[in-house]
């Protein structure tokens, strides 16, 4: 990431913020920090905040042991580094940045005991969530964010495509979570970020915790996992089924990839986010499940894995370009199985466009 992206991505947050009315926006290390300055040390009771205020240059507030850290960051380059002694108010260093600021928008990150300090030292300023600045600007990924987005769902299609030639039956969920895990890392990730495999009964809880349950014949297996590469996620969920599929799976299989094709056919700029969650519940419903489907149907992704916008009835924001976001229907049925297909989508000018290429064909393994 070039310096340059980093004071294009502050400017528009100094912008962003002067039109939402906020004097200043007070951003805690985090993604929102990760996204707007490249530094990302972590949050700690020691106050590290980021103050953006509209026509000013911003400034990061930092305790002085970690003023180097913020400095090889390349944070002045893109502004000014104030540091503050251990025995000094740390809130009071920031309303001495602020001054009279009324309205101050704050990162969602930001600890309540930073938060309560703020208030205590900003008198009368009212306090807000800056999500709604932050997250439009996050939710709209520049072509190097792309990039990365598409790496990461190279490879968690690599590593579902390994997986599926070893053997299932027998080994343990946990065993498959932990080969999963190498895959995620030999395929090139720098970081797991998470592995569910849930067996038979234990896959109708959607984010089952991989047990030492052993995998039979018969057994549907859904297995959902991501990593990180170059500081962008993956998040990929495949239900399998192992040597003999269960005859109900089929048709649940059927009904659960025709509501993720759906959903896919629904993305288009300008299409409210809740469009694409109706269009893959409409499916289930016909089918006589819609009671089975106890999530919504996705969530954005890029630094975080789970981030706006939210694919949820209830949200009418439009999508637009560059957006991208997971579309994952399931069906669970207790104490049976359940099945969940999900890739992670971009919105373009033309319509949807999935990351992920991982078959969607039910994969029958050993
Ligand atoms: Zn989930
Ligand atoms: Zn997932
Ligand atoms: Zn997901």
Redesign the pocket.
């Known amino acids: 990431m070039a310096l340059n992206d980093n004071a294009i991505r502050l400017a528009r947050a100094a912008e962003a913020a002067g039109s939402a009315g906020l004097d200043a926006l007070v951003v805690a290390p985090s993604a929102d920090l990760v996204y707007l300055t490249g530094y990302d040390p972590p949050p700690l009771e020691r106050l590290t905040l980021l103050v953006i205020r509209p026509a000013h240059d911003p400034i990061l507030v930092v305790p002085r042991l970690e003023r180097p850290l913020a400095e090889d960051a390349g944070i002045e380059d893109l502004g000014e580094v104030q540091a503050w002694d251990e025995t000094e108010d740390p809130y009071a260093a920031v309303a001495g940045i602020t001054g009279g600021a009324e309205r101050i928008g704050c990162s969602d990150r930001l600890w309540a005991v930073h938060l309560l300090g703020l208030q205590g030292a900003m008198d009368g300023a009212a306090f807000s969530s800056a999500a709604p600045v932050l997250g439009g600007l996050r939710a709209i990924k520049d072509p190097q964010e792309l990039d990365l987005l598409k790496r990461a769902a190279r490879y968690a299609d690599e590593t579902f495509a390994r997986v599926v030639q070893t053997r299932m039956e027998t080994r343990t969920e946990q065993e498959v979570a932990s080969q999963l895990a190498e895959l995620l890392l030999e395929t090139g990730n720098d970081q797991v970020t998470f592995t569910i495999v849930g067996a038979g009964p234990n896959g109708a809880s959607p984010h089952h915790e991989p047990t030492g349950r052993a995998i039979h014949a018969g057994d549907p297996v859904v297995m959902d996992f991501g990593g990180r590469t170059g500081g962008y996620c993956s998040?990929i969920t495949r239900t399998v089924a192992v040597v003999e599929p269960p005859a109900e799976l089929r048709h649940v299989f059927d009904v659960v990839r025709e509501a993720q094709e759906e959903a896919f056919l629904a993305v288009a700029p300008g299409v409210p986010a809740q469009e694409v969650d109706r269009a893959a519940r409409r499916v289930i419903e016909r089918d006589g499940y819609g009671e089975l489907f106890v999530h919504r149907t996705g969530?954005g992704i890029g630094l975080e894995e789970h981030e706006v916008p939210y694919i949820v009835e209830g949200n009418d924001e439009p999508l637009r370009e560059g957006m991208c976001f997971?579309i994952?229907p399931g069906i669970y049925l207790p104490g049976e199985f359940g099945v969940r297909i999900?890739d992670i989508v971009t919105v373009t000018a033309e319509g949807g466009q999935r990351l992920n290429h991982a078959t969607r064909e039910l994969e029958v393994v050993r």
């Open positions: 998040d969530h997971s994952e999900e």
